[in-house]
């Protein structure tokens, strides 16, 4: 008797990505999370938007569950999908840099720097900080891209290794860097406070901590620098718990906020960005009074409560020969001329630029 030849056992399926995963659906859905709307989305990533929305939906599928809740005023992570974006920023960025030092090794293109450019550094030092670093960069035989992307408190896209440096604000101590980071300070900050001409503290051109907490302070958007504005709000609290910002009317021109304040009921204040090094030297002249300022008179704040410092931040993962052109950036980067505090301010020190880390203290020395 004949019998029907044996079927071959199912084999189970294998443990890994689900089948038909691709790296463009990771790099779709990251995209989209980034924009917040499908729209922005597709523009950046130069394709259709139906195109880009039949790709997450194929994802979605392929998950087995919504990655995305859409809104009308965009979209938003379900649990599901803030998972799956955590293991995108870890896989996209490993699968890049794998990408790129294979064609290194090839001789095919030369070692690459992502660099996020600074949005809100003092004008004169973002642009010297950026012309050192190209400068170092072509010296050492590497390319450098630069990348729009925000740096929040944390450098979390440094941090995710989607960027590899970036210039930033440091606003506490930098023993709380989340590892892998490194920094490198390159000067010490802290705002311009411009106060109505009537307050008691115009005639000293000082304001204390506590009164400036009294009033009602126009500083932002948060969005604008959220490492500084979180920061600077915790202090004015600890003084007045129930202290709040008030964001300006007319952000990028200060003049017109200062009308604005001179003419509020009652007047306010106005809290710059980092905007004068800290704690200048004595004897150096001050500034000549800018022009329309109105009833409003500037002031130092007693004892240098808010403070930032610009730094130079990476990943402490990059190969030496790159932290190196980070190092000689940042050592050769030198602190801007600025408007010292008002005279009856207690002058501090200003530290030349010096390794700072949030793991082993980096030093530039110490790089080969």
Sequence with gaps: MNRAPAEPAQRPAAAGAPRGLELRHLRYFAAVADAGT??????????????????????????????????????????????????????????????????QAAGLSRPRLRLVPPADLPDSLAVQATCRLRSAADAGQVAITWLETPLDEQFSPIRQRRADAGLGWLTASPDTLPAPLEAMSLAEFEPDVWIPSSHPAARSGVIGLDELAGLDVIHGPRRASPATHDRWLQVLRAVNPRFEFTDPPVRHSLPMALALAATASPPAAILTGPAALAGPPPGVTRLPRPAGTGDMTRAGIAGHPLTATAALIWNGDLPRPLQQILFDTAGSVTPPPASPPPAAARPGQHHAAEPISGGTPARAGSRN
């Design 38 to 103: 499908f729209t922005r989305a597709a523009e950046r990533l130069f394709i259709a938007q139906p195109t880009l929305s039949q790709q997450i939906q194929r994802l979605e599928q392929i998950a087995g569950t919504p990655l995305l809740q859409r809104r009308r005023d965009g979209v938003r992570l379900t649990a599901a999908g803030t998972v799956l974006l955590d293991a995108a920023r870890d896989v996209l960025p490993a699968v890049d840099h794998a990408v790129a030092q294979t064609r």
